[in-house]
């Protein structure tokens, strides 16, 4: 189970804060046991400081505060605080990525059955797409749905979604992709192959949440020959 520290303290010492918690994760490398590390400051008292640390479960955190360099920083603490500093331990009961949750959505809605959903709660109104299989970029919601009609008007296809991690606004999934090409595409008639692709999409959120720019990885080659298209270039 995922632990998470909050650590609570005044200060009006941040900057030798910071410098101090740059010393700790130098002198820890390779045997720190904390993943990730957020500090702040109130917006109405910048001398109160909230820091929070996620490790991944209690037992970590216990060898973390072991190593010799966590006393050392904990002492260098307290003495830049005005107060002694306060701890809460928190066992993390949910955690979500609510932007892994629009990715994992916007590649369902792909695959729906019948009409194109409007994906106007995953996709902002002026969306930039970018695809290394068309000469220009695709922007604008009106233009990205139907650049998807296009492909699922030549393919009944389903993804799957093997990873996907996020970090701040941007989001990156890696898929594969299974499909039956069952109409025009490109040029290339009807073939009723059965066809796979794995690539990549690496998505930017906007202000409101949603989803403001992609770019898309994929195997165009692999699909080409899948299609047959290459066969008279490999005679």
Same mark, same amino acid.
């Given at each position: 189970?995922?632990?998470v520290?909050?650590i609570? =303290?005044? @200060?009006?010492?941040?900057d030798?804060?910071?410098?101090?918690?740059?010393?700790?994760?130098?002198?820890t490398?390779?045997?720190?046991?904390? @993943?990730?590390?957020v500090? !702040?400051?109130?917006?109405? +008292?910048?001398?109160?400081?909230?820091?929070?640390?996620?490790?991944?479960?209690?037992? /970590?955190a216990?060898?973390?505060?072991?190593?010799? *360099?966590?006393?050392?920083i904990?002492? !260098?603490?307290? &003495? %830049? =605080?005005?107060e002694?500093?306060?701890?809460?331990?928190?066992d993390?009961?949910?955690? *979500?990525?609510?932007s892994e949750g629009?990715?994992? #959505?916007?590649?369902e &809605?792909? =695959?729906? *059955?019948?009409? %194109?959903?409007?994906?106007?709660?995953?996709? /902002?109104e002026? $969306?930039h797409?970018? +695809?290394?299989?068309?000469p220009?970029?695709? $922007? #604008?919601?009106?233009n990205?749905? &139907? *650049?998807f009609r296009?492909w699922?008007?030549a393919? +009944?296809?389903a993804? @799957?979604v093997?990873?996907v %991690?996020?970090q701040g606004?941007?989001? =990156?999934?890696?898929?594969?992709?299974?499909a039956?090409?069952?109409?025009?595409?490109l040029? $290339?008639?009807?073939? #009723?192959?059965q066809? @796979?692709?794995? #690539?990549?999409?690496?998505?930017r959120f906007?202000?409101?949440g949603k989803i403001?720019?992609?770019?898309w990885?994929?195997?165009?080659?692999?699909?080409?020959?899948?299609?047959?298209?290459? /066969?008279?270039?490999?005679?």
């Amino acid at each position: 189970m995922t632990f998470v520290q909050l650590i609570e =303290c005044r @200060t009006s010492r941040l900057d030798e804060m910071n410098r101090l918690m740059d010393d700790w994760v130098q002198q820890t490398k390779g045997r720190r046991t904390a @993943t990730h590390a957020v500090m !702040g400051t109130d917006r109405s +008292d910048a001398s109160h400081v909230v820091e929070v640390v996620e490790f991944p479960s209690y037992e /970590d955190a216990m060898r973390n505060s072991n190593l010799p *360099e966590t006393d050392r920083i904990f002492r !260098g603490l307290v &003495a %830049l =605080c005005d107060e002694m500093p306060t701890f809460i331990d928190l066992d993390v009961v949910r955690d *979500e990525s609510l932007s892994e949750g629009m990715v994992r #959505g916007l590649f369902e &809605a792909l =695959c729906t *059955e019948g009409e %194109l959903p409007p994906l106007n709660d995953l996709l /902002d109104e002026d $969306i930039h797409s970018h +695809d290394p299989m068309n000469p220009q970029d695709t $922007i #604008g919601l009106d233009n990205v749905r &139907a *650049e998807f009609r296009m492909w699922r008007g030549a393919f +009944d296809f389903a993804f @799957t979604v093997e990873d996907v %991690l996020t970090q701040g606004d941007r989001a =990156c999934a890696r898929w594969t992709w299974y499909a039956t090409h069952q109409g025009d595409f490109l040029g $290339i008639a009807p073939t #009723g192959r059965q066809v @796979t692709m794995t #690539g990549m999409a690496l998505f930017r959120f906007g202000d409101n949440g949603k989803i403001a720019e992609l770019w898309w990885q994929h195997d165009q080659l692999g699909l080409m020959q899948q299609l047959g298209a290459l /066969d008279a270039l490999e005679q």
